[in-house]
């Protein structure tokens, strides 16, 4: 049960599985929730964060310490609620200014039901997950408040991250399509498994109907759409789980339909080619990641949202029975494999978001290069 905020200094705690907890005020809905604790790195595009379906059941830590100056307006959400399990920000603004706000960002957490704290230490958590790594959390807020030791018990009860199969309940539960802007160039089958509503948005400024499928959908169903190419999006959870979708990846890998992931859609390119998958200690999370593309050498500030990678050899071409494949894009911080790319055939992926509606838009060539390849496969 929740009620608002807004207006008042309702106390609030944030406690972790470890024991920190962190005290404040409540932000939001006034009540309980349970996630995993993540950190975003970002300076902007907070409206973008929370309306990210790849966000279901994590709360988010925000580093910049003011958050909420500009409101909360109606075109910027990419999808249709917020679905963060929880927000914690330093300092939220009083009052939004911005020529499209239409209500505060308050306003807006309280109104979908979202528990949030603020004025709290967010940079001595988020020193505390980089430590420690991502953790299940919980934000407790309200005039009467359990004891600290009922807090973190029910936090540890909480279900983790890991094995947690949850694209299916971010996914649309019936077909739709995004038309082509301007002529009708090209048809993509898009598996939901999360998606982000500028995804599609991207490829119709580049002539493509784009026909959004659940993330249930079968070979059949992908095929009934006669596309010219297959996009598997972005979304939450373990990608160990995943199992569905990996088996339709590597039906359209066997048909050598053009094929393009992005986020999660990555991580199951790994799997329908035998690599494995791993949770990474604290993610990357926030819109000024550096990645550079191998095929060209470039480095590129981009937009990341992924706690877990896939385990693939940075050097070489590796085997695979769909051809040979090589790691197209990899993290200057970390080295972490950020992008996959078959040598004989028309299939790539990457782990970032090309897409990034509040930016960087370093990466939107990459819509270019599956324009290229579905071209290619009609000549």
Known sequence: MTTSSRGSKVPAVLVLEDGRTFRGRA??????????????????????????????????????????????NDEDPESGRIWVAGYVVRDPARVPSNWRSRRSLDEELAKQGVVGISGIDTRALTRHLRERGAMRVGIFSGNSLPDEGVMLAEVRQA????????????????????????????????????????????????????HVLPA????????????????????????????????????????KTPLFGICFGNQILGRALGFGTYKLKYGHRGINQPVQDRTTGKVEVTAHNHGFAVDAP?????????????????????????????????AFSVQYHPEAAAGPHDAAYLFDRFVTLMEGQRA
């Open 314 to 346: 940075l050097e070489g071409a590796t085997d695979t029975p769909y051809g040979r494949v090589e790691v197209s894009h990899v993290c200057l911080n970390d080295n972490v494999v950020e992008g996959l790319q078959l040598l004989d055939q028309p």
């Open 27 to 72: 932000y939001g809905a006034v009540g309980t929730t349970f996630g995993e604790a993540v950190f975003s790195t970002g300076m902007t595009g907070y409206q973008e964060t929370l309306t990210d379906p790849s966000y279901h059941r994590q709360v988010v830590v925000m580093t910049a310490p003011h958050v909420g100056n500009t409101g909360v």
């Open 216 to 255: 249930t959908a079968s070979v059949e169903d992908v095929y009934a759409v006669n596309p010219d190419g297959v996009f598997f999006s972005n979304g939450p959870g373990d990608p160990s789980t995943a199992d569905h979708p990996v088996s339709v990846m590597r039906e359209v890998l066997s048909r």
């Open 159 to 210: 279900p983790e991250m890991k094995g947690a199969d949850l694209s299916a309940e971010v996914a649309t539960k019936e077909t739709y399509v995004v038309p082509a802007i301007g002529e009708k160039r090209f048809t993509v089958a898009a598996i939901d498994l999360g998606i982000k509503g500028m995804t599609p948005h991207r490829m119709a400024e580049r002539g493509i109907e784009v």
